[in-house]
């Protein structure tokens, strides 16, 4: 699966690097890091447009609806992700939203992020340019080894259970186990 391009804006340090971290065990291998709106527009304007910037727009009054309006109005990015610290009431409200600062919204997260969460969002993220194509299931790439370990680390295979009787007496004899994988977009 290749993700998409994505944006970390995040300040402090140990908050980003434990993003980035968190991305990079995901597979996500195009980033963009900065420290704030202004460094990233510099990093986005000299390296390209990415697809899906992830930041927190709490306490940082109005810089950071700015910074949201200026990457949107220039085309720096299609989407967003919001990792933020509010009451669960705001959280809803904004997860409610189609978009934020002129960028689809995608996310919305309380901290700390789960690694989970922000797998399902970037797995179902379709860039533009996908968004009309329709694959069939002949056309499906099998997943990988990698897909299948995250998978395994993220706890999406459930085992189902299917008794085995003899037919003459109907004595429990065993059991099979179908395991099925909860993909979140496959």
């Known amino acids: 699966m290749a993700y998409p391009r994505v944006l970390v804006v995040e300040n402090p340090g140990f908050k980003r690097s434990a993003l980035v971290k968190m991305l990079q065990r995901l597979g996500v291998r195009d980033l963009v890091l900065a420290v704030d709106g202004d460094?990233?527009?510099?990093?986005?304007r000299q390296q390209g447009a990415v697809d899906v910037v992830l930041c927190d727009i709490t306490g940082r009054d109005r810089?950071?609806?700015?910074?949201?309006?200026?990457?949107?109005?220039?085309?720096?990015?299609?989407?967003?992700?919001?990792?933020v610290d509010t009451p669960p009431d705001i959280r809803r409200a904004l997860g409610h939203m189609p978009s934020f600062g002129g960028l689809a919204l995608i996310g919305v997260f309380d901290r700390p992020l789960s690694l989970r969460s922000l797998h399902k969002v970037l797995s179902q993220y379709r860039r533009p340019a996908d968004a009309g194509s329709s694959a069939s299931l002949?056309?499906?790439?099998?997943?990988?080894?990698?897909?299948?370990?995250?998978?395994?680390?993220?706890?999406?295979?459930?085992?189902?259970?299917?008794p085995k009787r003899v037919m003459d007496t109907g004595q429990l004899a065993g059991a099979e186990v179908l395991v099925r994988w909860e993909h979140p977009s496959r």
């Open 63 to 83: 810089q950071g609806l700015e910074f949201l309006d200026r990457v949107s109005q220039q085309g720096l990015a299609e989407a967003l992700i919001l990792a």
């Open 138 to 162: 002949a056309n499906m790439e099998l997943p990988s080894e990698a897909d299948l370990r995250l998978g395994l680390a993220l706890g999406e295979f459930r085992g189902w259970y299917q």
């Open 39 to 44: 460094q990233a527009l510099m990093h986005l």
